[in-house]
């Protein structure tokens, strides 16, 4: 059945129901003017005798849906480069290199300029062909593969073609495309691997394999995909919904993402992480090329080392945006139809095709009786249990890799500090966790950093109410702040539930955080819901009853005890 209807258009192949989907068509717009800074500070290694710095310089950009105007660039480097060249790569973007011969101890460098960010939510029309008629030279020398966007491996062209096959226009194939993408790779950092074929092989990766995947699968059927890289800012906006507040934040550092080519439309940005046709204003865009192995200029250091010394410079990047102002007016509809995981787009004109499939089976409901017959004897561990453990996001940079005799080089990398200040006396933080059997408990582990400040933190185990979090059940042990360590890096902090065991039969239960006293914490976060449900991270004022703010990340969290065989 074909359809042409004025509204988004996802199905969700497998796994998706129209009960279950997440996809929300997104109206509205995002309009900021913003001055932007990132400082970087060299740290001269022993025997370093040549130092080079890359960057590149932001450009304005226009599309259906972002607008990026960038005005006043600076750049200030500390002390004056022997050498310092302008040049224009071959997809475009404008590098300027800097070399120190003989480098000092410390070069600092700050790069700064003025910006209008705009994101326009309105209808979009598409009725580009599939597969597409013609594409013009500019675009086609985005469908390669290379060694991270392996187009032509079997694996990676047999599901795209199965995705697509039938498909008439192109905007449908896309969607269906980053539909599974959304709702079958979940968020990790950092990765193994950073290509489309770990992410496709794996279910996981950062942003550089969703944006890898992305390009792949859509590239191999024919589809003009480039890899865009540039920054992301943490400054967090909200989506008006029937159900509350969605509250969307990304971690302030480096990020990557895609622009699909449509021949109406142009180059049209998405995140594959979380929207199609479009980004928000929290994203400045700097540099673009066919992959990640290429998009290397902003950031790039490199360095001659004499023979025989060990050591290599310390590079620490700090990146800070101040919103001379920012307005947002954004609206969300959910849909019945779309991927299980969460999905925004603005409203399209487009044909496309529902395909509706059974919602899984609810957790299973245990009798008084056969609950009295249950042996807890099976260790239990569950949770979203990946992330940067003991990294100083200080100084994240490396390895080094070899360029040459004695040359070496480190790229700027996309590990970003994502996490809450979650001991505010304004706000209330809470996290839900789904059992599939019944549990003993033992522990509630939370990934946490302690900045600093004083008194005790616990877990409160609450009941579920409605997808919210609802009435008490047991309270762990406290836990006094000066037992943390406030050395740099996340850890896991285990809180103690060994006093009650409460015994947890199969449903939803809610993890909320609570402090005394004047603590500073912060509590890790993944990008997406690699986990849980969308609507299982929840906030609200300390003074309100209805815990109707949701987030649209998954805090980290473990939950271990003793199971049944």
Known sequence: MQKIISMTLFWFLFLATPCMAENYVVVGHMGSQIRYQLQQRVIRGAGTERVELSFVIPQSFDSPTYHQEVQDFQLDLSPEP?????????????????IWK?????????????????????????AAPFPLERVPPEAEVYLPATKQVQVDHPEIRRLAEELTRGVTTQFDAVQRILTWIVDHVRYVTPP????????????????????????????????????????????????????GVLTFKMGQGRHSWIEVWFPELGWVPFDPQQTELFVANRFVRVEVGIDNNETINDGLLRWVQLSGKKGKPRLRETI????????????????????????????????????????????????????????????FLFGNLEFPENVDFAFP?????????????????????????????????????????????????????????????????????????????????????????????????????????????????????????SPIVNWFYTYGKPVGPVEGTRYKGVYQADWSG????????????????
């Open 82 to 98: 022997r050498k310092k060249e302008q040049s224009r790569d071959k997809r475009g973007n404008q590098v300027i290199t800097a």
């Open 102 to 126: 003989r480098p000092p101890q410390e070069i600092t460098t700050k790069i700064s300029f003025n910006a209008r960010m705009q994101t326009k939510l309105q209808k979009l029309q598409t």
């Open 192 to 243: 193994q691997k950073y290509d489309a074929l770990y992410a496709l092989q794996s279910n996981k990766g950062n942003c550089q394999n969703f944006s890898h995947l992305s390009a792949a699968m859509m590239r191999a059927v024919g589809i003009p995909v480039r890899i865009v890289n540039g920054v992301t800012l943490n400054q967090p906006y909200n989506i008006s919904r029937k159900r």
């Open 320 to 379: 800070s945006a101040d919103f001379v102002s920012d307005r947002v007016e954004l609206q969300g509809s959910r849909q019945d139809y779309g991927p299980r995981n969460l999905l925004l787009s603005p409203r399209v004109e487009a044909t496309f095709k529902e395909i509706e499939v059974a919602p899984p089976p609810p957790p299973p409901v245990i009798s008084e009786p056969e609950r009295r017959k249950l042996r807890f004897t099976v260790p």
């Open 397 to 517: 940079r490396g390895p080094a890799s070899a360029a040459g005799d004695n040359q070496f080089q480190m790229t700027r990398n996309f590990l970003v500090e994502t996490a809450e200040y979650v001991t505010t006396k304004l706000t209330q933080y809470a996290q839900v966790f789904e059992l599939r059997k019944p549990v003993k408990l033992e522990r509630i582990g939370l990934a946490l950093h302690k900045f600093g400040g004083e008194g005790q933190l616990w877990v409160e185990l609450l009941q579920d109410n409605e997808g919210k979090p609802g009435a008490p059940i047991t309270t762990s042990d406290f836990i006094n702040l000066n037992k943390l360590s406030v050395k740099p890096g996340y850890r896991w902090v285990d809180f103690d539930f060994s006093r009650d065991k409460p015994v947890l039969m199969p449903g939803y239960y809610w993890i909320a955080l609570g402090f005394t006293g």
């Open 550 to 565: 949701a987030l649209s990340y998954e805090f980290n969290y473990r939950v271990a005890g003793l199971t049944v065989k």
